[in-house]
């Protein structure tokens, strides 16, 4: 299976992260929010978006938060924080996966004031969908 992958975040967030990649899963949801909802996850807003293995969003979800430049809040990457430009192009790519079945990998990143590795980097997008409905 043949993937995408968004560069959107600085080069130094994008070091040897295919060994703690997430396994592929499918976005159920996602939404731009901008910065006056919470300017500690940065200048231009965040992206946020739920995944599952299953293709109808049953069982398990995973919640991902991807920050704009400028983020302080612990949830945000330390390496990964998006332009504006960037943020509206990985909303737009989630929102085209959610709808078409896209299965997703998400990439760890460091969060922001912490050594937790709990926050998200960078996202590949698998070509094609793994399900027909």
């Known amino acids: 299976m043949k993937k995408l992958f968004i ?49 109808d969003c049953g069982g398990v979800t995973s919640q991902y938060i991807v920050c704009s430049a400028g983020a302080t809040n612990s949830e945000c990457g330390s390496h990964a924080q998006y332009t504006d430009a960037g943020l509206q192009s990985l909303s737009q790519a989630l929102q085209n996966a959610e709808n078409t079945y896209q299965r997703i990998v998400t990439y760890p990143d460091q969060c922001v004031g912490s050594n937790n590795w709990g926050c998200t980097s960078a996202v590949t997008f698998y070509q094609g969908s793994a399900y027909s409905q």
Do not use: I, K
């Not at 997430?22 to 909802?37: E, G, I, K, R």
């Open 7 to 55: 560069l959107l975040a600085g080069a130094s967030s994008l070091f040897a992260f295919e060994a703690q990649a997430t396994p592929p899963a499918y976005v159920c949801m996602s939404m731009t929010a901008p910065s006056a909802l919470d300017p500690t996850l940065g200048r231009s807003g965040y992206v946020g978006f739920y995944t599952s293995t299953n293709p």
